[in-house]
Nanobody, 127 residues
Framework: QVQLVESGGGLVQPGGSLRLSCAAS????????IAWFRQAPGKEREGVSC????????DYTDSVKGRFTISRDNAKNTVSLQMNSLKPEDTAVYYC????????????????????WGQGTQVTVSS
């Protein structure tokens, strides 16, 4: 059974950092693309970053480039999202998801193409 579980969210001041983790079970994570999405109150869900299967090619939405880094730990079957220089507008529930395909198509949308989701973890950036 495919399962994704996020962790690492919390409250942080502007300019601070958080590291989110997405633990996978029921499949070998490094074979498939894993994406991070977020949804802020009253806003549509948006894609944040994606790491492809096999080669680990990464991509980021423009608003987080240079601040967020996605990575994969094959031994632990996890994907992490290191978030630095956090801003209040980064406040959202963050989800990891997969389509069980190798490439990162459609992650930049609202994720409707992604069939497997974690439960989400809240990130709040506030002073």
């Amino acid at each position: 059974q495919v399962q994704l579980v996020e962790s690492g969210g919390g409250l942080v001041q502007p300019g601070g950092s958080l590291r989110l983790s997405c633990a996978a079970s029921g499949f070998t994570l490094n074979r498939y693309a894993i994406a991070w999405f977020r949804q802020a109150p009253g806003k549509e869900r948006e894609g944040v970053s994606c790491i492809s299967g096999t080669y680990g090619t990464t991509d980021y939405t423009d608003s987080v480039k240079g601040r967020f880094t996605i990575s994969r730990d094959n031994a632990k079957n996890t994907v992490s999202l290191q978030m630095n220089s956090l801003k209040p507008e980064d406040t959202a529930v963050y989800y990891c998801a997969t389509r069980m395909l190798r490439t990162c198509e459609y992650y930049s949308g609202n994720g409707v193409e992604y069939g497997y989701w974690g439960q989400g973890t809240q990130v709040t950036v506030s002073s």
